[in-house]
C-alpha cells in the first residue's frame, strides 16, 4: 500500500511537469488544518458580522426606546395638564351653578379621572387613552359651563327687563284695581298707581328696555310707554315733560320724564302702569 500521494505540478503548456511526492498522513493533517482554519475564519466572520447586526439593532433600540420614554414623559405631562384644566373648569362651572343658584347636574358629567398613569399600563397606547378621555370630559364641561352660562345670561337680561322699584319719589294717592272716577263718579278700572309728586319730580324708568311711544293724548296728557321685552311694557303719564325719543334705549334708573299735571288729573303725579303680554297687571309688587 503506498504511503504516499504524487502531486504533478505543471507551470504552463509545454512546459516540463514536476512531481511532488507528499506522506499521507502529512496530507491528511495539512487538509484537516485547512478546514479548521477555514472553519475558525468562517466563524470569526460570522461572529464579527453578527456583532454588528446585534451592536446595530441594539443601537436602533435604545433609540427608539429613549424617543418612547420623551414620548411618555410629554404624554404624561399633558395628562396632568388636562387634569389640572379639568379641575378648573369644574371649579369654576361650581361657582357659575352658584350664583344661579343652579344643582351641579353630575349624572350628566363623567366622573373625573385623576392622579398619574398607572405604572403597570404605562404604554403610550394607555396614556393616549386616558388624554382622549380627559379631552372628552373637559369638553363636556365646556359644554355644561356654557349652557349655564347661557341660562345666567337670561336670567341676568330677565331681572334686568322686569320692572323693579319706584319710578318716582312719592306717595300712592290711588291704587290699581276698581275705583270711582274723580271726574265722572261712576265705577271704573284704574289700570295702573297713582304717586302724587311735585311737578318736575324725576321720572325714571323701572327696567331696561327700548323707548316705543313718546306722545301726548287728552286723558294721559304727555306719556312714554318703554318695551322691556319678555311681555312686559310700562307707561308713565301726566308728565309735566318727556325727556327721551321713540326708539331709544334706557337702562333702569334712566330719566325718562318730570311729574306733571298733564292729561285727565287733579294734580301733578304720575300715573305708572305695568303691561305683561298688553295686559294690565298690579304695579304694587314690582315697587
Not at 118 to 147: F, K, M, T, V, W
Not at 230 to 252: D, E, F, M
Not at 257 to 263: E, L, R, Y
Request: charged letters at 20%; proline letters at 5%.
Amino acid at each position: 500500500m503506498a504511503k504516499y500521494h504524487k502531486l504533478i505540478l505543471v507551470s504552463e503548456p509545454g512546459g516540463q511537469a514536476k512531481s511532488l511526492r507528499i506522506r499521507k498522513s502529512l496530507f491528511g493533517l495539512s487538509v484537516f488544518t485547512l478546514l479548521c482554519g477555514i472553519c475558525l475564519f468562517s466563524f470569526f466572520v460570522w461572529s464579527y458580522v453578527s456583532h454588528r447586526i446585534d451592536y446595530q439593532e441594539l443601537q436602533r433600540l435604545r433609540v427608539e426606546t429613549s424617543n418612547q420614554r420623551q414620548d411618555v414623559q410629554r404624554l404624561v405631562l399633558d395628562v396632568e395638564r388636562l387634569q389640572h384644566e379639568l379641575g378648573a373648569l369644574a371649579m369654576a362651572e361650581a361657582r357659575i351653578r352658584q350664583l344661579a343658584n343652579l344643582e351641579d347636574e353630575k349624572r350628566l358629567i363623567p366622573i373625573a379621572m385623576g392622579g398619574q398613569p398607572d405604572p403597570g399600563s404605562n404604554s403610550l397606547s394607555d396614556i393616549q387613552h386616558q388624554i382622549n378621555a380627559l379631552q372628552i370630559e373637559i369638553e363636556l364641561r365646556r359644554q355644561s359651563q356654557q349652557d349655564v352660562r347661557n341660562l345666567l345670561n337670561d336670567q341676568i337680561s330677565i331681572s334686568r327687563s322686569t320692572p323693579k322699584g319706584w319710578p318716582t319719589r312719592g306717595w300712592l294717592s290711588s291704587y290699581f284695581g276698581q275705583r270711582k272716577s274723580p271726574f265722572t263718579g261712576r265705577t271704573v278700572m284704574h289700570e295702573g298707581l297713582d304717586i302724587a309728586a311735585n311737578t318736575g319730580t324725576p321720572v325714571t324708568v323701572t327696567a331696561d328696555g327700548i323707548v316705543v311711544r313718546v306722545e301726548y293724548s287728552p286723558t294721559y296728557g304727555n306719556t312714554v310707554v318703554v318695551d322691556h321685552g319678555y311681555g312686559y311694557q310700562t307707561l308713565y303719564a301726566h308728565n309735566s315733560r318727556n325727556l327721551v325719543k321713540v326708539g331709544q334705549r334706557v337702562k333702569r334708573g334712566d330719566r325718562i320724564a318730570q311729574v306733571g299735571n298733564t292729561g285727565m288729573s287733579t294734580g301733578p303725579h304720575l300715573h305708572y302702569e305695568v303691561h305683561l303680554n298688553g295686559v294690565p297687571i298690579n304695579p304694587r309688587p314690582f315697587l
